[in-house]
């Protein structure tokens, strides 16, 4: 993630946040407890929404530049946030260590998706829950298209961001099974970037 990109992700998300993103991160994460882990938190915007009580928080980022804001952010809003510079492909914690894993606009990014979604699978506990906002794929043929035309150059300006995956499938080849989801529409948010699922995969 270029510098630059860092420094403008809040601004840039601005609106979409004010016009309902917001609102679906606080609706997302309103009832978690126990042990709750972050995948790729960028500048942690999702920090605002924790509950109070939680048994740990630890929140990762693997990109230098988004670290840094995130420090400070989570040194400001909740010290006792852990936070770890790190990928979501493979991480430092025994198997079955969390209640609950959250990714809010990640997945699009991350470099291998599959990994990420195995390594969420092996640290929840049976029961756990996995938190996801994501863009996706367009189920639009006419759309998925652009989608696709498009990538390329929003790939470069946009950190790494694919708008051509859906990590559904893979939930379900990890044994998720998708307790709620919702297809929805990223509010106020170039058309490319709209089509979007929200909701909670459990792993038995
Ligand atoms: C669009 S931002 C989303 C940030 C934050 N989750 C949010 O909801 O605002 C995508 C984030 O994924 C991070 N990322 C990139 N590669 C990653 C990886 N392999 N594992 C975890 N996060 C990654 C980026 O550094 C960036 O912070």
Known sequence: ???????????????????????????????????????????????????????????TEPDPHMLRRLVARARDLRPDTEVVGAGAERLPYPDESFDAIVTTLVLCTVGDPDAALSEAARLLRPGGRLLFVEHVASPDPSARRWQGRIEPVWRHVAGGCRLTRDPRQRMRELGFRLERCEEDRLPRSPFFVRPAIRGVALKP
């Open 1 to 59: 993630m270029p510098r630059l990109m860092a420094a403008v992700y809040d601004r840039f998300m601005e609106r979409s946040e004010r016009a309902g993103l917001g609102a679906w991160r606080g609706e997302l994460l309103a009832e978690l407890g126990g042990r709750v882990l972050e995948l790729g938190a960028g500048t942690g915007v999702n920090l605002a929404h924790y509950p109070a009580e939680l048994e740990r928080l630890i929140l």
